[in-house]
Structure formats: structure tokens, C-alpha cells
């Protein structure tokens, strides 16, 4: 069996590709890293490149509800059963040669496998968990870690044939905010942090692109910069004021909410139904890229034309489940959000407040919280409560595929939230988020009800009420 826990390095997922004939090799690719926003990024940039016309694969990860659900082709979640076709292909190969390639390395090469069987042009990948030794970091020309030989192993002829495609470094390395999370893993500091998910910056990689980065003076833009122009890359600022939001974002779900920006030039004004101030920051850095890649080449010949009118078809209907989100569930109005830090967590409360500022008779907000074991969920809840507010304490299922997340008890949450938040309503604490939605009371009909802290928590809702994806 793969390894039940974060196993990071990437010697078994090079062995694993080179024994499935590189299919990593096989398009184009958009490597977007960072700590919040980054899913959000990858889908902006795949739904235009989807309009443009390009078949465009999407790997996002974690999951939401299901695997499967983090590998699109042509914005299009993969059919479970083709998933589960593809993902025992690999499991076979790597159990055959004796790889022992860990659960999300599986994940990744199944994602990359689809990605070449679905006759994929451009792949928008979403980095995993930092970056440097993340089992997406496979694009390259040497088949290897920057400085590092990774052996190439005798191939099984059957698997093995006909690797003679060339590692093609990304189009571009994308990164969004970058803040203080996985510091067990990554590092306790910004700067630390910034160097590890800046380790998927390789040469002859034709662009890197730097969003927004608010967290330790922006000291992670310093870092990413200087790995980008030791290995010659050149460096491309996104500018958060270049996206302006023309209309303000109603209380209610399907609200009109134009935002208005340049591109190439040219004015593009157009719906765009993310919420919160956050996403136009992750717009913008969406643009950015947007922009410097319709100015380049593949090494694989695909050129990227990329029009206006691609921009504005593709964003008027972009959905990113999960993430600051209204659902109506049995009637009533849910906010649903991943929130599972404090950067994240503080822009999570720009919008809550928001919300309470157009129900000034009732501001008063009832959140059902729920966090994978080791978050300081303390922190996170310092940025979002406020007194009055009413919190249920709740617990996500086993996530599947994912047997190293766990979920802290909710009467540990519960017990932390009376002693730190004297002045918040802790009602209760059940095994599942759809147990607190049935015992609102009466009186909190007219609240505000978020439902956050991981997003494991979020999927439980979506696969409970089978929600669309």
C-alpha cells in the first residue's frame, strides 16, 4: 500500500512518469503555486483558455467532494469511472516496479495520465503542498529537481515505449498570496516558505508571474524574484488596482457584480461572480498571466491567442465551488468558504462584515466551524467572530484518498471557543455540518450562516445535499 502520510521529494514520481512514457511531456503547462487563491487562479486561467478554444486540462488539488472532481478536461470534471480507470493503470505500474509512490503522488500522475489521454493542449496545475519537492514540480527538460540527477530506470516495454518527447519547461510559474501555513512542513517564516514554493521556478521557464503578496511586507515577492533571476527567468507584478469592481456584491446569491480591467490594451468590462475583495486580486494576477501568455511559443509549437471576448465569455460564467460561495440548502441561505487560516480567514471577515453592514437590524452571524487536526483555529476564529455571534462546532468525514488528514474533534473546538470567546454563543457540538444546519433555532432564521474552516467540512455539505460540482 502507498504511503497513508505527507511523504514529499520527487524521486518515486519521476521513476512513476518515466514508467507511464512521460505523459507529463505531452503539453503545454501553467504551474500556479502559493498558499491562498491559488485554485481559484488555476480556474480563471483555464476557463479562458477553454474559451479560447484550446483543450485545456485543470488539476486542482485537494479535492473537493470526490477525486476524481480535481481533474478537468475542457472545464469538465473526468468521469469517476475514467478516473478510477486511469488511477488503477498507475497504481498497477507503480506496484509492479516497486516505486512505492505515495497517495497524492498516485493522484498526480493519474491527473498527468488523463491529461495526455484526453488529447490535453495546456494544463493549468495547481501546486500541491509548497512546491520544491511537491509532486507536481515534474516540468522541466531534465526530468529532475533543479541540481538534482534523478536516475532513469529500465522501463517495461509495454509501459515504456516510445518515451522520446523532451521535457518542456511551464509557460509560465504563477504565484498567489503567499502567508504562514504547513509551517511544520514549509517553514515558520514567510521568506522560508516563499523559497520552498519557489522551487518549481526552472530554467527555460518563459515567464514567472507574482501576485499580491500583503503578508511580512511583501517579502515573499523579494524571494521569488531572486530564484527567478538566478535561473533566468523573467518576472511579470500583477497590480491588485488594475481590476476595479463596478457594482457592489448583493447579500444574495446570483447577484450582479461587474468588475472592469485592461488587457492588451483594451478595456474589457464584464460579470464576474466570484465575491469577495480577495478574488479581484486573484483576478488580477489571473490577467497578468493571461497577458504574458499570449506573447509567447510552446517549445510543442501551441501558440496562445487569447481575445477579449474569450476573457469575457469565459469569466460571466466561471464557478469555483467551495470558496465564498451562497448555496440554499432546504430553503435557507448558506455562505459556504475553505477559509482555514488567518489570511484566509481575514478576508473571509471583509465579506461577512459586509454582509452585516447591509443587515444592520440583524448583524448577527451563526457560523458552524470545522478543522483538520493541528490548525490553530484559535487564530482563525480571531479574525471572524464577534460578540453575539452564535458558532456550532462540527466535524468533517474520513476524506477519501486523503487518509492524513484528520479532523479535531468538535468537543475540543467547542471547549477552546467558550474559554477564548466568552462573548460568542457556543450552542453545540455534533459529528457532522448537517446536524448543526437542523438545529438553527427558531431565532436564528434570520442570521447569517457561514459554514467554514476547512474545506473538508464544506464537502461534506456538497456530498450531503449532492450538490453540483
Same mark, same amino acid.
Given at each position: 500500500?502507498?504511503?497513508?502520510?505527507?511523504?514529499?521529494?520527487?524521486?518515486?514520481?519521476?521513476?512513476?512518469?518515466?514508467?507511464?512514457?512521460?505523459?507529463?511531456?505531452?503539453?503545454?503547462?501553467?504551474?500556479?503555486?502559493?498558499?491562498?487563491?491559488?485554485?481559484?487562479?488555476?480556474?480563471?486561467?483555464?476557463?479562458?483558455?477553454?474559451?479560447?478554444?484550446?483543450?485545456?486540462?485543470?488539476?486542482?488539488?485537494?479535492?473537493?467532494?470526490?477525486?476524481?472532481?480535481?481533474?478537468?478536461?475542457?472545464?469538465?470534471?473526468?468521469?469517476?469511472?475514467?478516473?478510477?480507470?486511469?488511477?488503477?493503470?498507475?497504481?498497477?505500474?507503480?506496484?509492479?516496479?516497486?516505486?512505492?509512490?505515495?497517495?497524492?503522488?498516485l493522484q498526480t500522475a493519474t491527473a498527468l495520465l488523463l491529461f495526455r489521454d484526453g488529447g490535453v493542449e495546456v494544463a493549468v496545475v495547481e501546486v500541491g503542498l509548497g512546491g520544491r519537492l511537491d509532486a507536481t514540480n515534474v516540468f522541466d527538460e531534465t526530468g529532475g529537481e533543479?541540481?538534482?540527477?534523478?536516475?532513469?530506470?529500465?522501463?517495461?516495454?509495454?509501459?515504456?515505449?516510445?518515451?522520446?518527447?523532451?521535457?518542456?519547461?511551464?509557460?509560465?510559474c504563477v504565484f498567489t498570496a503567499i502567508g504562514l501555513d504547513h509551517t511544520d512542513i514549509l517553514g515558520d517564516t514567510i521568506e522560508k516558505i516563499a523559497r520552498e514554493k519557489g522551487g518549481i521556478i526552472k530554467h527555460g521557464v518563459g515567464g514567472v508571474v507574482i501576485g499580491s503578496? $500583503?503578508?511580512?511586507?511583501?517579502?515573499?515577492?523579494?524571494?521569488?524574484?531572486?530564484?527567478?533571476?538566478?535561473?533566468?527567468?523573467?518576472?511579470?507584478?500583477?497590480?491588485?488596482?488594475?481590476?476595479?469592481?463596478?457594482?457592489?456584491?448583493?447579500?444574495?446569491?446570483?447577484?450582479?457584480?461587474?468588475?472592469?480591467?485592461?488587457?492588451?490594451?483594451?478595456?474589457?468590462?464584464?460579470?464576474? $461572480?466570484?465575491?469577495?475583495?480577495f478574488q479581484l486580486s486573484n483576478l488580477a494576477t489571473a490577467i497578468k498571466t493571461l497577458e504574458v501568455l499570449r506573447t509567447m511559443k510552446s517549445a510543442s509549437g501551441v501558440v496562445i491567442n487569447i481575445k477579449d471576448d474569450h476573457i469575457r465569455s469565459a469569466l460571466s460564467n466561471?464557478?469555483?465551488?467551495?470558496?465564498?460561495?451562497?448555496?440554499?440548502?432546504?430553503?435557507?441561505?448558506?455562505?459556504?468558504?475553505?477559509?482555514?487560516? $488567518?489570511?484566509?480567514?481575514?478576508?473571509?471577515?471583509?465579506?461577512?462584515? @459586509?454582509?452585516?453592514?447591509?443587515?444592520?437590524?440583524? $448583524?448577527?452571524?451563526?457560523?458552524?466551524?470545522?478543522?483538520?487536526?493541528?490548525?490553530?483555529?484559535?487564530?482563525?476564529?480571531?479574525?471572524?467572530?464577534?460578540?453575539?455571534?452564535?458558532?456550532?462546532?462540527?466535524?468533517?468525514?474520513?476524506?477519501?484518498?486523503?487518509?492524513?488528514?484528520?479532523?479535531?474533534? @468538535?468537543?475540543?473546538?467547542?471547549?477552546?471557543?467558550?474559554?477564548?470567546?466568552?462573548?460568542?454563543?457556543?450552542?453545540?457540538?455534533?459529528?457532522?455540518?448537517?446536524?448543526?444546519?437542523?438545529?438553527?433555532?427558531?431565532?436564528?432564521?434570520?442570521?447569517?450562516?457561514?459554514?467554514?474552516?476547512?474545506?473538508?467540512?464544506?464537502?461534506?455539505?456538497?456530498?450531503?445535499?449532492?450538490?453540483?460540482?
Amino acid at each position: 500500500m502507498p504511503p497513508s502520510t505527507i511523504v514529499l521529494g520527487l524521486e518515486r514520481i519521476h521513476r512513476l512518469l518515466s514508467l507511464l512514457s512521460h505523459p507529463e511531456r505531452s503539453y503545454s503547462v501553467v504551474h500556479v503555486g502559493g498558499t491562498n487563491g491559488k485554485g481559484t487562479v488555476t480556474t480563471l486561467i483555464a476557463s479562458v483558455l477553454n474559451a479560447a478554444g484550446y483543450i485545456t486540462g485543470r488539476f486542482n488539488s485537494p479535492h473537493l467532494a470526490y477525486p476524481h472532481d480535481g481533474v478537468r478536461i475542457k472545464e469538465r470534471v473526468v468521469e469517476r469511472e475514467t478516473y478510477d480507470a486511469a488511477y488503477s493503470r498507475v497504481a498497477e505500474v507503480d506496484a509492479r516496479n516497486e516505486v512505492g509512490a505515495s497517495l497524492f503522488e498516485l493522484q498526480t500522475a493519474t491527473a498527468l495520465l488523463l491529461f495526455r489521454d484526453g488529447g490535453v493542449e495546456v494544463a493549468v496545475v495547481e501546486v500541491g503542498l509548497g512546491g520544491r519537492l511537491d509532486a507536481t514540480n515534474v516540468f522541466d527538460e531534465t526530468g529532475g529537481e533543479e541540481g538534482t540527477s534523478i536516475e532513469q530506470k529500465t522501463i517495461d516495454a509495454k509501459e515504456g515505449a516510445g518515451i522520446s518527447l523532451r521535457g518542456e519547461p511551464a509557460l509560465a510559474c504563477v504565484f498567489t498570496a503567499i502567508g504562514l501555513d504547513h509551517t511544520d512542513i514549509l517553514g515558520d517564516t514567510i521568506e522560508k516558505i516563499a523559497r520552498e514554493k519557489g522551487g518549481i521556478i526552472k530554467h527555460g521557464v518563459g515567464g514567472v508571474v507574482i501576485g499580491s503578496q $500583503p503578508e511580512a511586507g511583501g517579502v515573499a515577492s523579494t524571494v521569488l524574484a531572486e530564484i527567478a533571476n538566478a535561473r533566468d527567468v523573467p518576472v511579470q507584478y500583477a497590480d491588485d488596482s488594475a481590476v476595479i469592481r463596478l457594482t457592489g456584491e448583493g447579500a444574495k446569491a446570483g447577484g450582479e457584480n461587474m468588475v472592469e480591467f485592461s488587457f492588451g490594451g483594451i478595456k474589457v468590462k464584464t460579470h464576474f $461572480p466570484l465575491l469577495g475583495t480577495f478574488q479581484l486580486s486573484n483576478l488580477a494576477t489571473a490577467i497578468k498571466t493571461l497577458e504574458v501568455l499570449r506573447t509567447m511559443k510552446s517549445a510543442s509549437g501551441v501558440v496562445i491567442n487569447i481575445k477579449d471576448d474569450h476573457i469575457r465569455s469565459a469569466l460571466s460564467n466561471v464557478r469555483w465551488p467551495g470558496r465564498l460561495e451562497w448555496l440554499t440548502i432546504e430553503g435557507r441561505e448558506i455562505l459556504v468558504d475553505g477559509a482555514h487560516n $488567518p489570511q484566509a480567514a481575514r478576508e473571509l471577515a471583509l465579506f461577512v462584515n @459586509s454582509q452585516r453592514e447591509l443587515r444592520r437590524g440583524r $448583524p448577527r452571524v451563526t457560523w458552524i466551524v470545522g478543522f483538520t487536526q493541528g490548525k490553530d483555529f484559535i487564530n482563525v476564529l480571531r479574525e471572524v467572530l464577534k460578540p453575539g455571534d452564535v458558532l456550532y462546532a462540527s466535524e468533517f468525514s474520513k476524506v477519501e484518498g486523503m487518509p492524513w488528514v484528520r479532523c479535531a474533534p @468538535s468537543s475540543v473546538l467547542q471547549e477552546a471557543v467558550a474559554k477564548a470567546f466568552p462573548d460568542v454563543d457556543c450552542r453545540a457540538a455534533t459529528s457532522r455540518v448537517h446536524e448543526c444546519l437542523s438545529l438553527l433555532r427558531d431565532e436564528e432564521a434570520g442570521d447569517i450562516v457561514v459554514v467554514c474552516g476547512s474545506l473538508y467540512l464544506v464537502a461534506d455539505l456538497y456530498r450531503h445535499n449532492k450538490l453540483p460540482l
